[in-house]
């Protein structure tokens, strides 16, 4: 068996690697630190907008929605760049939304929102918790009724991340709350969160990051916001999570970072004079985390293929999601025991390391990706039931 990239594209990964450099100006950075890594700042919009009018948003994207038809393994090389270079990409939007929406979404939609979404000039959030529906989502409350032509829409979402600078929601609804199975009564919508009926409120996280509790009071929008069938809204609900799942495993930040810090243990001396990097044990943490980093490769750049190829399984795109979310978690533990105690320095704490200082909040982040997406404990029960055929869990 033979792994490797054609010339044409390393040649790719050359030329990304040398865009995102100059795109990447210290005061752009700067922003996006400053934005705890989830970005929506002018600078960063910019440079979003950048990308879309210079084509590269939707490199693997059919021609027809204004992409360049490569497959998606370059489009997962083009994701695995900017986010290296230290750009916090909308991936939820590009990579697992803006996909189900170009799929199943009517004219409207292909023709106004998915060409915007391309052009890095619009952005949405995924509007499917609830304060009592999350790992049961099926159990979710807001509602659309009809009314003529129309939808209105009432209820609240709970974690609705980044939707405090996205431009719509693809939100889950229930539409018939008589459906003998519950996951039959939802429908898919797209809904304006500049609608004068759409409002959030910002939830902290341990990590730092912000997310959202989001509320529709009466929104109306028309029968074009729907997307896909009436009532069929669970299969693109399955649809999009498998892609979500697949791009939370992006190891583009967290290769650069175990560079940087060998780098730094190569270079940075021990009271004695040896260098951090001559200790056995620094050696073996590195040799853990090379050994995690390049496992997460080669299942991730295997289930690209597989898209490429047609034959992504749910219960692959869940694999690459508990071994690459906890993987992360590991990698971040290692490279934090090899940097110290200024490891457990906020870096905006007097005397913080900034190197020291992104591995301590990367690590406090971290275990959003292990119930974001669906929590890896059900994730766990798919891989057995859909892919080692055992007997569906009785709970
Ligand atoms: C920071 C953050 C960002 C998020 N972003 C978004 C977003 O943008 N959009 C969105 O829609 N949602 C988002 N979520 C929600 C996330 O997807 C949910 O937290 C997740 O689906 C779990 O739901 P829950 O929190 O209600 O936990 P619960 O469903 O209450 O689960 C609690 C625990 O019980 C376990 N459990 C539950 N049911 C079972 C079962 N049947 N069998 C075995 N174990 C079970 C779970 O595995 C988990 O460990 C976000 C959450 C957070 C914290």
């Known amino acids: 068996m033979k792994i490797q990239f054609t010339e044409a594209q390393r040649a790719l990964r050359d030329e990304l690697r040398a865009y995102f450099s100059q795109m990447m100006t210290p005061e752009l950075r700067a922003e996006c630190e400053r934005d705890m890594g989830e970005g929506g700042g002018p600078l960063w919009r910019e440079a979003l907008a950048r990308m879309g009018r210079d084509g590269w948003i939707g490199l693997g994207w059919p021609e027809e929605y204004g ?59 995924i509007g499917y918790s609830e304060p009592a529906a999350g790992t049961d989502l099926a ?6 009724v009809r009314d003529g032509d129309d939808w209105i829409i009432n209820g609240q979402k709970m974690w609705t991340s980044l939707a405090h600078f996205c431009d719509y929601t693809w939100l889950a609804v229930r539409t018939d709350p008589d459906a003998p199975k519950k996951h039959k009564g939802i429908t898919m919508f797209l809904v304006p969160n500049s609608d004068p009926g759409w409002s959030c409120t910002p939830v902290h996280t341990l990590g730092g990051v912000r997310t ?51 780098q730094w243990a190569r270079e940075t001396t021990l009271p004695g004079g040896a260098a951090v990097a001559s200790q056995p044990w620094v050696q073996a943490n590195f040799a853990r985390c090379r050994t995690l980093i390049e496992c997460m490769k080669l299942i991730v750049y295997k289930q690209s293929w597989a898209m490429t190829e047609g034959t992504l399984g749910m219960a692959d795109a869940s694999a690459a999601k508990v071994y690459g979310s906890e993987g992360f978690i590991e990698v971040y533990r290692y490279l934090g025991e090899v940097v110290g105690q200024a490891g457990l320095l906020r870096s905006d704490s007097a005397g913080a390391d900034a190197l020291a200082g992104k591995i301590e909040r990367l690590y406090r982040t ?30």
Do not use: C
């Not at 760049?81 to 199943?104: K, Q």
């Not at 069929?232 to 939370?248: D, P």
């Open 67 to 125: 992409g360049r038809s490569l497959s998606p393994l370059e489009q997962f090389v083009f994701v695995e760049e900017v986010m290296r270079a230290g750009y916090p990409f909308p991936f939820l939007t590009t990579e697992s939304v803006g996909p189900t929406l170009a799929e199943h979404g009517n004219d409207w939609i292909r023709e106004h929102i998915v060409p915007a979404i391309l052009a890095g000039e619009l952005l949405v959030s």
């Open 139 to 144: 159990a979710l409350q807001t509602t659309a």
């Open 212 to 262: 959202n509790a989001t509320f529709y009071d009466n929104i109306r929008v028309g029968d074009d916001h729907r997307v896909g069938e009436v009532n069929g809204g669970w299969k693109l609900i399955t649809s999009q999570l498998n892609r979500e799942r697949l791009s939370l495993i992006n190891f583009g930040p967290i290769s650069e970072l175990f560079n940087r810090v060998v």
């Open 366 to 395: 971290s275990s959003i990706i292990t119930f974001g997406g669906g929590t890896n404990e059900i994730q766990r029960d798919i891989i057995s039931a859909a892919g080692l055929w055992m007997p569906r869990a009785s709970r």
